[in-house]
């Protein structure tokens, strides 16, 4: 039992090294014992070096599509700016959606795959939740004012283990969604609860809701419910908040009911 404890702790600190080997049990056992600390090593090498791989394809697919994708924007705007034919309007119109909508669907997919395969680290801090809670309402403040919808913030205060950066992004999703499925000139609210655990930020609309049988499905990648279809959207921001929850210790929540609107929280947790 020393030998064998012996062994782990040698393998624990990397300084594992066989005995002779006399051809005795315990001998046979530090054999296969070398044998899989040396597999292990070899697996572990193998995935820092395919991770290594999907992080350079990520970046050269990022590279590579962000100027073209910039160049065709760029352009349907001058074209939308100065075309007045009424046959050619509706055409150039869609051109610049469609490409809007393949700018958002790759960078989107980056952030996912990003995630999915840690190229980039959720690095959770204890930290204050309004300045990020203020920080992604500051970003959705003109789209909102486009539709007459006011951002009302209700208790912000509190503290919570999470990473600035990536929880900004997961909250705009969730503000923007509550935009997205609002009529105009209703009202977004969102507001932080403090539990012994948790922290949670809220966020509220007065949409249409979310019928039951769709709330287990709507975090999945990709997944529209039918109401929503009829919206611009792919499907992949409500995906990006339950990874980027799950990844720093918390998860989200929807409570919806049909044509009373829908509150998502997404908690964090508090401690360390």
């Keep these: 039992m020393n030998r064998l404890e012996s062994m782990l702790e040698d393998a624990m600190n990397d300084t594992f090294e066989e005995g002779d080997y006399d051809e005795s049990r315990l001998s046979r056992l530090e054999v296969k014992w070398k044998r899989f600390l040396s597999s292990s090593v070899s697996s572990q090498r193998r ?3 395919e991770q290594e791989r999907i992080k350079r394809l990520i970046s050269d697919i990022s590279h590579q599509t962000k100027t073209p994708l910039a160049n065709i924007l760029l352009y349907s705007q001058i074209l939308q700016e100065k075309e007045t034919d009424p046959e050619l309007v509706p055409i150039v119109r869609n051109i610049r959606e469609q490409s809007e909508k393949l700018d958002f669907l790759i960078r989107s997919l980056v952030k996912a795959s990003r995630l999915e395969s840690d190229v980039l680290a959720v690095r959770p801090v204890r930290q204050p939740i309004a300045p990020v809670v203020e920080a992604a309402m500051a ?11 006011r951002l009302l913030a209700e208790n912000l205060e509190g503290e919570a283990c999470f990473d600035g950066k990536w929880t900004q992004e997961a909250l705009e999703n969730l ?3 509550a935009i997205k499925y609002s009529p105009a000139k209703s009202q977004v609210r969102i507001r932080v609860t403090n539990y012994e655990m948790f922290s949670a930020v809220h966020v509220r609309d007065q949409g249409m809701g979310i019928r039951e049988e769709e709330q287990a ?3 999945g990648r990709f997944y529209r419910g039918r109401e929503a279809s009829r919206q611009k959207g792919l499907g992949l921001g409500l995906y990006l908040v339950r990874e980027i929850a799950a990844r720093q210790g918390g998860y989200v929540r929807v409570r919806s009911a049909r044509g009373a609107g829908s509150t998502f929280s997404f908690f964090l947790y508090r401690s360390v």
Excluded: G, W
């Design 47 to 49: 995935v820092l070096k």
């Design 139 to 149: 970003t959705l403040r003109e789209t909102a004012a486009e539709k007459q919808i």
């Design 175 to 177: 503000i923007d969604n």
């Design 217 to 219: 499905l709507i975090f």
